[in-house]
């Protein structure tokens, strides 16, 4: 198949794309490259991949792109409260109206698959088990442009969405304001974390898990298409302290402490049911312990010296 990624040089992105082009696929990757990020050059290698410096909200460009395109993974955004709440133009004009001019400009039979978060099914459902019928109603800006894009992804015919549990794991695109990946760089570069409203669950997801999940659906789109799926480890619904434990099981040296010094702007304590997922016969291959020996190992290569002399 022909599949293009936009933001396809990113955390996500940068694990995905090696995959779908080992898997045999054409992809052709826009991204505007916002972090000066050298990602994706072991791909290059591949005639059948295809890398455009762009906006994925330039009407023309996409036009352009999505003229062979069989599939269209939509993972160009700005991710998190924090960037959103920093340039809420651009979290709206990217996150949201970039993908409802896809969803506009693609014929009925291209097939989008688009990542959203879970963070919106916490609040008010502590300590029930959200499934993909519990209302999603996000507070952060970055939630509520993913849950809007998401509708216009479900409106169409051959759309469906991933709801993504909190993402850990090594890309060459790193990104550490991911909560177990913030944590186990702490862990192992400062050996100590203050964490706030600690007794607060999270879900977990892989992020070479999740890469399986689009091939998954790519494989399997025809039953599974029209439906929003959550994507975490069943085995993972942890608390941050309950996180912060796992870590230390790994690094005993490492200290966590619990204070008041902030709140999460997504109000997120919740469980989630990943029944649904399940049934359509996908099963993640990475536990969280697995991943935090990766992140481990990740991390001792991995270290922002660029203010010290040791
Ligand atoms: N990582 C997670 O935990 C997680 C969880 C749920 C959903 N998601 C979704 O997955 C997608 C990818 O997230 P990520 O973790 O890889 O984040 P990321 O920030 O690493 O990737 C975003 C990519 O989009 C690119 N980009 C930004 N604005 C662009 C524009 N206007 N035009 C073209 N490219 C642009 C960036 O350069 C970057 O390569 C996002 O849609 C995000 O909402 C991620």
């Known amino acids: 198949m022909n599949i293009l990624v936009t933001g396809g040089a990113g955390y996500l992105g940068s694990v995905l794309v090696p995959e ?5 696929h ?3 990757v826009l991204d ?3 972090f000066g990020q050298a990602t994706l050059l072991d791909c290059c290698r591949y005639d059948r991949f295809r890398i455009v410096r762009g906006d994925a909200r330039d009407e023309s460009t996409v036009g352009r792109l999505l003229a062979d395109a069989d599939v269209v993974i939509p993972l160009a955004a700005l991710v998190g409260a924090p960037i ?3 340039d809420p ?10 993908v409802q001019m896809l969803c506009r400009m693609a014929a009925p039979s291209q097939r989008i698959i688009f990542p959203t978060t879970n963070s919106g099914y916490g609040i008010g459902e502590s300590g029930k088990h959200c499934t993909e019928e519990t209302p999603l109603r996000p507070i952060s800006l970055y939630g509520v442009t993913k849950v809007r894009a998401e509708e216009a992804v479900l409106a169409r015919e051959n759309g469906l969405s991933f709801r993504l549990a909190t993402v850990f794991g090594m890309s060459s695109r790193m990104r550490t304001d991911l909560l177990v990946n913030d944590f186990v760089y702490r862990a192992v570069h400062d050996r100590a974390v203050v964490i706030f409203q600690g007794h607060f669950k999270r879900n977990y997801i892989h992020v070479r898990d999740v890469a399986r999940v689009f091939i998954h659906a790519l494989g399997n789109f025809d039953r599974m298409r029209g439906r929003a799926y959550n994507v975490g480890l069943d085995d993972a619904n942890l608390s941050k302290l309950e996180l912060c434990e796992r870590i ?5 040296k490492f200290v966590y402490l619990e204070a ?3 709140e999460d702007p997504d109000k997120r304590d919740y469980i989630v049911s990943n029944a649904r997922i399940a049934s359509t016969g996908f099963e993640p291959e990475w536990s969280l312990d697995r991943g935090i020996d990766e992140l481990i190992r990740g991390f001792t290569i991995l270290k922002d010296r660029s203010f010290g002399n040791f």
Do not use: K, W
């Not at 230390?248 to 005993?252: D, E, G, I, K, T």
């Open 84 to 86: 959103c709440d920093y």
């Open 248 to 252: 230390q099981a790994h690094l005993p």
């Open 89 to 98: 133009v651009a979290a709206n004009t990217v996150n949201l109206a970039a």
């Open 260 to 262: 008041e010094i902030g």
């Open 26 to 28: 054409g992809v052709t």
């Open 32 to 34: 505007n490259f916002m």
């Open 20 to 24: 779908l082009l080992a898997n045999g």
